[in-house]
Structures are given as C-alpha cells and as structure tokens.
Nanobody, 131 residues
Framework: VQLVESGGGLVQAGGSLRLSCAAS????????MGWFRQAPGKEREGIAC????????VYSESARGRFTISKDAAKDSVSLQVDNLAPADTAVYYC?????????????????????????WGQGTQVTVSS
C-alpha cells in the first residue's frame, strides 16, 4: 500500500488547512485510514482515524474540536480539516492505513502495546503555522 499526502504548507495562526491522503495498491476491500503528526523534538501523536466500511471515527483526546477527518469520494482517500491553527500545530502530518480497524484505533489513542506495525505510512506533509 502506498500513501501520498498533500495539502500542507505555511499558514497564519487562526487559519485552516485541509490535508488529503490517497492510497494505492491496497489488497483490502476496506482500507481504514488515519492521521498522525510529529512536532520537532516530540513524539508522534495520533489525531484521528476513520473506518471506511461503516464510517466510525475516532479522535484522540487532544484532537477533539479543531480536527475533522472525512472520507473523500474517491476510494481509499481521506482528508483532515484543521481549523483555528496555532503555532503549536506546526508538525509533519502523516497519513497511515491498515486493513484492520482495531490496531489503527489503538495507534491513534496511543494504547497499542503489542508492537503491531500498521500496513502503510505516508511520507508526511509539513504544516507550519506562523504567529
């Protein structure tokens, strides 16, 4: 599975961005997808994931309110809307995907303990928020 993110860039504080992620080469009928981010000097954190079979959405506690994940019309494609951006949101944003739902949720919520590796990660897209 290959993932390609787009939509990152430089934005002023208070602005919004819409990130997109498109998957290709998936062997699964349903490929569940999610977003993570990693700020400089910090650990990667989960943002949200979406079950592409039934539409369930899970947000991490820190992402509630300003982040909205959604399925795009194209198969195996999702977007992340980020509103009211702040300099603290400056990070590389990564898309990830897996054929199984539960492991992706565990990764988003940072409750994964088995060492499970998700099927695919994107290369990341930089989001920089200026004050």
């Amino acid at each position: 599975v290959q993932l390609v993110e787009s939509g990152g860039g430089l934005v002023q504080a208070g602005g919004s961005l819409r990130l997109s992620c498109a998957a290709s080469g998936s062997p699964y009928y349903f490929l569940h997808m999610g977003w993570f981010r990693q700020a400089p000097g910090k650990e990667r954190e989960g943002i949200a994931c979406i079950n592409t079979e039934d539409g369930r959405i899970v947000y991490s506690e820190s992402a509630r309110g300003r982040f909205t994940i959604s399925k795009d019309a194209a198969k195996d494609s999702v977007s992340l809307q980020v509103d009211n951006l702040a300099p603290a949101d400056t990070a590389v944003y990564y898309c990830a995907a897996d054929g199984a739902w539960a492991p992706l949720v565990h990764q988003i919520l940072a409750t994964e303990t088995s060492g499970y590796q998700l099927d695919a990660w994107g290369q990341g897209t930089q989001v920089t928020v200026s004050s």
